[in-house]
Structure formats: structure tokens, C-alpha cells
């Protein structure tokens, strides 16, 4: 996914690989910037309507770190974009 991610022009695909990749692995710390980053990509490509995802994305990942406070305000936003 990294090499895809690389590409020009950006494949939003691979970008959301790599954030479901990470998930699996559990690499917390890489996540938050990865799906910062995936999101602009899906916005620069012109893939609108992707907000409650990349929320659900923000909630699942506070979720596993433990803090279910962050993963209910990131639900709340989801909720509120559909």
C-alpha cells in the first residue's frame, strides 16, 4: 500500500488499504495521520460524502486506545452525516 500511496495521480484506494492495514496490525500510532491523509486524498479526488466513514474510521480507532469519550464525540460527528 505504501508504494501504491506513491502514485500520481493519488489512488484513494490504496490509501484506505493502508488506514485497514494498520487497523489490523494494531498500529495505533500510525492511524491518525493516515486517515488525516486518506481523507484529503478522497476530498482532492472529488469522492464527497465519505465524512461519517472517516468519523466511524476516527471512533473505531479511540476505541481500541481506550479512550471511549473521543470514540463518542467521533460517533456523534458520524451520526450527524448521515
Not at 488499504?17 to 486518506?38: H, K, S, Y
Amino acid at each position: 500500500f505504501d508504494l501504491a500511496c506513491k502514485t500520481e495521480p493519488a489512488l484513494p484506494a490504496a490509501y484506505w488499504g493502508r488506514v485497514m492495514l494498520n487497523f489490523q496490525r494494531e498500529n495505533n500510532d500510525v492511524l491518525p495521520e493516515q486517515i488525516d491523509t486518506a481523507e484529503r486524498v478522497y476530498q482532492s479526488a472529488g469522492i464527497t460524502d465519505t465524512k461519517a466513514f472517516f468519523a466511524l474510521l476516527r471512533a473505531q480507532l479511540y476505541r481500541n486506545i481506550g479512550d471511549t469519550s473521543k470514540s463518542l464525540e467521533w460517533l456523534s460527528v458520524m451520526h450527524g452525516a448521515l
